[in-house]
């Protein structure tokens, strides 16, 4: 029923998942669990939150497939370096159960470490050697990318990005797109902080019959943007996965596009180490 999308190697990856950042360490595996008895299939992570066991231990209970699931970590800020990035990787395999990772992401570019460049020819040699599928960043500006592209020989097939309403992106969104770089949208429902109250979601979701949640996830499918929400509570799990069953017009994508504030939760990643 999700949607996938073909990411620039040929990789699909489902366009809606399920996101873990601040999920205890310790329930991490029965929220899980939650998300993959209801359906989804792919799971975003990182080395610095600190869950990656209970997310392998959900999918070792689970008994679904390998190929049937999407697992995605990031490398840790002070993990940055050909060398190191690989050896974080293991470590994250270990933790995972894992003998790949489908999508491996640099979480920050940390420009003022200035060392970007050497880790994302880690990252190359990782996917070489099969220790993962897609190879991703997550928080570049365009200059970051040009640099890449300038200096390595691999495009990324992501850039994960703070995408939601009052965020829209649009500029990186289309440099993304014009790259070949599929976007990734983390926090799209705005870590639920007041965004969900706004009238215009208010609005259409009463005329849909939808919850102001699904309709902003809504919003990003139709974007072609990559989403994976994050909740602690099954029927808001639940919730956010079913979001298939209906379409919004183009007049309220055109609203929901008009909420932009560029408004950011998190840091600028210049500002970032
Ligand atoms: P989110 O936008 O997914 O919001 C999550 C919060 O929204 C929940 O804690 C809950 O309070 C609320 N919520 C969830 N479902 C709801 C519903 N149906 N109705 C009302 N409220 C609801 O925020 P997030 O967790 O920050 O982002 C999602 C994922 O993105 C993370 O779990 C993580 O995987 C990823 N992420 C990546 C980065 C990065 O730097 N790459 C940064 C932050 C998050």
Known sequence: ?????KLNDGVAIPQLGFGVFQIEPGQTADKVKAA???????IDTAQMYGNEEGVGKAISDSGIARDELFVTTKLNND???????????DKSL??????????????????KQDRYVETWQGFEDAKKVGKV???????FHPEHLDRLAAETSTVPSVNQIELHPRLIQAALREYNANHGIA??????IGQGKGLLEEDTLATIAERTG???AQVVLRWHIQHGNIVFPKSNTLSRVQENFDIFDFELTGDDIASIDRM???????????DMG
């Open 94 to 111: 270990d933790r995972l159960g894992l003998d790949h990772v489908d999508l491996y992401l640099i979480h920050w570019p940390q420009p």
């Open 260 to 270: 932009n504030a560029d408004q950011r939760i998190g840091a600028d990643p210049n």
């Open 133 to 139: 599928r897609s190879i991703g960043v997550s928080n």
């Open 210 to 212: 939808k919850s102001p």
């Open 79 to 89: 993990g940055h370096g050909r060398e190191e990035a690989v050896t974080r990787l």
């Open 183 to 188: 976007t990734e949208a983390w926090s799209p």
């Open 1 to 5: 029923m999700v949607p996938t999308i």
């Open 36 to 42: 993959l008895d209801t359906g989804y299939r792919h």
